[in-house]
């Protein structure tokens, strides 16, 4: 079982930047993949960026590649989503996920945090 509870969120300007963080409880961790999502008012949510659970594979969504950054410090049980360049299409709550077993089926979800740009 892991529970996720994420950070970071806020109102900024566009081509401003802005860390999300998410921390995780439970003696797994280390060992789950993990992965960011987001979901803008009216639209479903969608898939932003993943991590293996070693944080040497990451995954982006063209909308956000060269832009955003996902990492991990095993030790702090904390995944992070650096973001940068935002625009006002980056208006949307972000939800932090880990996966179970090897794969990136996501199971666990947080609560979610608010990121709002203003154009």
């Known amino acids: 079982q892991v529970q996720l509870v994420e950070s970071g969120g806020g109102l900024v300007q566009a081509a401003d930047s802005l860390r999300l963080s998410c921390a995780a409880s439970?003696?797994?961790?280390?060992?789950?993949?993990m992965g960011w999502f987001r979901q803008a008012p009216g639209k479903e949510r969608e898939f932003v960026a993943r991590?293996?659970?070693?944080?040497?594979?990451?995954f982006y969504a063209p909308s956000v590649k060269g832009r955003f950054t996902i990492s991990r410090d095993n030790a702090k049980n904390t995944v992070y989503l650096q973001m940068n360049s935002l625009k006002s299409e980056d208006t949307a709550v972000y939800y932090c996920?880990?996966?179970?077993?090897?794969?990136?089926?996501?199971?666990?979800w947080g609560q979610g945090t608010q990121v709002t740009v203003s154009s």
């Open positions: 996920a880990a996966a179970q077993g090897l794969g990136y089926e996501f199971v666990y």
């Open positions: 439970g003696r797994t961790f280390s060992s789950n993949n």
């Open positions: 991590i293996s659970w070693s944080g040497l594979t990451t």
